[in-house]
């Protein structure tokens, strides 16, 4: 956050770098707790990069220090070679339409239909009035549509979100994600609210799409074998350090106990370690029936 505050946007030479880098990135809460801890990471256009680790570890953190939901410490967040930490409100806006966030519990407005929350995601392109007045140019309207098809939602457009079940607002969470055109989505979390079977379905469609679309993704999860199975790369934190950077492949018992601390890996499926550092329930809380192996196969 060393240069000085410009209210534009100004996209850099992206081609000849990564789309995303983090320098030595760090946020300290007024708490006390360190979240980040000198963090650097990039991340190429078109990579879905996972981010694991246990509860506390910083990843809602680094995906909230990206878009300066969370204000960073100190460090440098350069998207396409921009600092966003430089921006002005005005510039931070406009950087802002390039990063599509997708939340666990969907962030929908509720009383709104479909295809309302869907068009929503356009508001960042939209003057004040049209967006009070909620009227969208046809383009948009058409491009919505589109959207709401691909992601499994065709003729759902007039229906309220709150009469959708947990996957099909996740779906109108990635519909409304993509009219923004990002460059970058942040996930936070996408499946942790969703059945196995709606999870496994609501990554294979994200990681889908960014390949369809050349996105990069970061996706904060807690199923590590969720993770391995539909993402390029894994990325481990613990304690706001990067433990593990690689390839799923690579997530061996090794790699997990330096994320999540000793525990016997070889026994058991990896469904949620997000509870690793708590007591084992008797009975896995999500009843996932993949190991990393059959994961990976
Ligand atoms: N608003 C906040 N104020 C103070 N401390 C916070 C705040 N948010 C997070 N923290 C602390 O920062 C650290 C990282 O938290 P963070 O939520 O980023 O971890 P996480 O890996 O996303 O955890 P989880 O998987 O449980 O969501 C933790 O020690 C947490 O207590």
Known sequence: MSTPASNHFRPGPGASGPLLALRQLVKRYPTGDLALDHVDLDVPQGQ???LIGPSGAGKSTLIRCVNRLVQPSGGQILLNGQDLG????HGLRLARRQLGMIFQEYALVERLTV???????RLGYTSFWRSWTRRYPAQDIQQAYGFLARVGLAGFENKRADALSGGQRQRVGIARALMQAPVLLLVDEPTASLDPKTARQIMRLLCE???????SAIVNIHDVALASQFADRIVGLRKGAIVYDGAPQGLDTTALTAIYGEEDWGAAGHGDTGQADKVEPETPAVPDTLTLATARA
Not at 209 to 215: F, K, Q, V
């Open 48 to 50: 879905v990069m996972a």
């Open 86 to 89: 430089a921006l002005g409100r």
């Open 115 to 121: 295809m309302e929350n869907v068009l929503s995601g």
């Open 209 to 215: 799409l960014c390949r369809e679309r050349g996105l």
